[in-house]
């Protein structure tokens, strides 16, 4: 058994996912088991995989989205670490072994991240200071915007046993969704040093989406209606939730969208 699992989920993307595929067999660490997840691609994606033969694992399926495709992958890993790369992204040579020696150094983590180099269409760009990482309990601070990447996460397997998977009814920030049920609960450890590049500013990213703040508001709701929050916790979220549906409700009165806009006042109000 290998001792980590490494996703990469892809659609319609063979020139990215090509260069993230050489990223993970470039890793100084190489007792790990790739798997990359077809994502219902339409372009040559397969054959351009096909080339590497029994290096990487290819696992197709019908179009279901980010979710669904990161899912398949977990379940039909082995390994007792998992790490995810999206197909936009790359890794720097270092990064699975530094994650694996934290892991090795920290037995009582859960989940490490990795800082990161932001490139978008094609320049280096600088995080804004609202982007800047920290280790620990993080959750509150991840309320407002998303302060985890896939690419640079590392986690244990039971974590997700624990949190559950990926949430394959939210077509973006599902992300976002995931890691507000990890940082609730468990501290988020940091590897303050960049190895990973994180590629942006194509078309087709889910990140650039409009409207993502609808996605993010359903996440919280779930999160409340769960009863997993403690009292202080339940508070931020209610605070951040009627501060996001506020906003969202007026873009929607510009839009003309009076309905939707009654909602989500709603929303805000049942909760604030």
């Given at each position: ?72 992958g977990i379940r039909c890993s082995r390994s007792p670490l998992i790490a995810f790369l999206d197909s936009d992204d790359l890794w720097l040579p270092q990064k699975l072994s530094q994650q694996v020696l934290f892991f090795q150094s920290h037995p009582q983590a859960l989940i490490c991240q990795t800082e990161e180099i ?8 600088n995080p804004k200071k609202k982007h800047q990482k920290q280790s620990g309990m993080i959750f509150e601070r991840s309320l407002e915007l998303c302060l985890v ?124």
């Amino acid at each position: 058994m290998p001792i980590v699992s490494v996703i990469i989920p892809t659609c319609n993307r063979r020139g990215f996912v090509q260069e993230a595929v050489e990223s993970v067999l470039a890793q100084d660490f190489t007792d790990f088991e790739l798997i990359v997840v077809d994502d219902g691609s339409t372009d040559d994606t397969a054959k351009a995989l096909a080339v590497y033969g029994h290096q990487i694992r290819v696992i197709g399926q019908k179009n279901r989205g980010v979710s669904a495709a990161r899912n398949t992958g977990i379940r039909c890993s082995r390994s007792p670490l998992i790490a995810f790369l999206d197909s936009d992204d790359l890794w720097l040579p270092q990064k699975l072994s530094q994650q694996v020696l934290f892991f090795q150094s920290h037995p009582q983590a859960l989940i490490c991240q990795t800082e990161e180099i932001w490139i978008r269409n094609g320049i280096r760009v600088n995080p804004k200071k609202k982007h800047q990482k920290q280790s620990g309990m993080i959750f509150e601070r991840s309320l407002e915007l998303c302060l985890v990447s896939p690419s640079a996460v590392m986690m244990r397997r039971r974590l997700l046993k624990e949190v559950g998977l990926f949430n394959e009814d939210l077509p973006a920030c599902e992300d976002y969704d995931l890691w507000l049920r990890v940082c609730c609960r468990h501290p988020v450890g940091l590897i303050d040093e960049p190895l990973i590049v994180k590629r942006g500013g194509h078309a087709d990213q889910l990140s650039q989406a409009a409207g993502l703040d609808r996605y993010r508001i359903r996440s919280m709701v779930n999160l409340l209606d769960s009863g997993m929050l403690s009292p202080p916790q339940a508070a931020a979220t209610g605070r951040v939730l009627s501060q996001k549906c506020a906003v969202f409700a007026q873009g929607c009165l510009k839009r003309g969208k009076t309905e939707e806009a009654r909602t989500y006042r709603k929303i805000a109000g049942r909760y604030r």
